[in-house]
């Protein structure tokens, strides 16, 4: 069903993980919390940043968080996220003058404009990459001129491109590589752009350790620490205490039929409680 991976799943382990602890030592030596948010997939206003707002002003304080999104990939257990890429999403739009196809020079193609912004975007790498983090990527996730005549020339055209960054870049970089690609086209065409997550990144450390041979316990093998794939609430939380991120194979996620063996349910439940063992015995 749907959430079953992400991430439903990995939250009923966690809290079945939770129990079985204390069925062994009646209580935690320390204190656990779970926060299970509802606007992760959204605005993310009211969740995660609702909480450690609250948290911070009333004086908690956080050593360590474990967040359960499904970063496995082939196998429960060979990849685990100690960072994300950044995002910003770009709308551009040229401006140009409507005229017959037939005679080009009375018009100002829109779509022309468009296309030599986006040709100087596309073709030049953006980095080669970070210790931490692969090349940065820029993709194109739509062209719209709406202009269902095959003999007029268009005088608008928009497009939007989604640019995921790594640690070299920021907002305030790509805004500028995209203002030298208009200029360098001709110009003409207007750029908007909106901030997604920041990039951020937990250098591999104890809890990336302590995660790592819970999980070597469990199931033999050692996850890939990785900073691939979309954006979690874990960007919120990296500034507050060290933080990582692991959980059930996320390849049926955000689709009809997700689901998650039942063998790899009790599998994450004996990852998660053997992490709270080596956690709190340390």
């Not at 204190?31 to 609702?50: F, M, R, Y």
């Not at 269902?148 to 640690?167: E, G, K, M, T």
């Amino acid at each position: 069903g749907r959430g079953a991976a992400d991430m439903k799943g990995d939250i009923a382990c966690f809290v079945a993980a939770i129990a079985r602890y204390l069925e062994r030592h009646g209580s935690v030596p320390g204190s656990l919390s779970l926060l299970i948010t509802g606007d992760e997939e959204g605005p993310a206003v009211n969740g995660t940043v609702a909480l450690l707002r609250w948290a911070e002003a009333a004086g908690h304080r956080f050593d360590a968080c474990l967040v359960g999104e499904p970063t496995s990939v082939d196998e429960l257990g060979d990849m685990a996220k100690i960072g994300r890429r950044g995002s910003l999403t770009v709308t551009l739009e040229a401006r140009g003058r409507q005229g017959h196809v037939g005679y080009p020079h009375r018009a100002d193609n829109a779509a022309h404009r468009l296309v030599r912004v986006l040709a100087r975007l596309v073709e030049t790498p953006l980095d080669e990459g970070t210790e931490l983090f692969e090349p940065s990527s820029l993709q194109v996730t739509t062209i719209d001129i709406g202009n269902p005549a095959s003999n007029v020339v268009p005088a608008r055209a928009r497009a939007v491109l989604n640019i995921r960054y790594n640690d070299s870049q920021s907002p305030a970089s790509l805004k500028a590589l995209v203002a030298a690609a208009i200029e360098a086209a001709g110009g003409r065409v207007e750029a908007a752009c909106t901030e997604g997550a920041n990039v951020f990144a937990c250098p591999p450390g104890p809890l990336a350790a302590l995660l790592g041979d819970s999980v070597e316990a469990v199931t033999g093998r050692r996850p890939v620490l990785s900073t691939s794939g979309g954006t979690s609430d874990a960007r919120f939380i990296h500034s507050h205490c060290p933080v990582i991120e692991f959980g059930l194979i996320g390849q049926t996620i955000h689709q009809v039929d997700e689901r998650v063996p039942l063998v790899e349910l009790q599998a994450l439940t004996a990852i998660y409680l053997e992490f709270l063992e080596r956690y709190f015995g340390q």
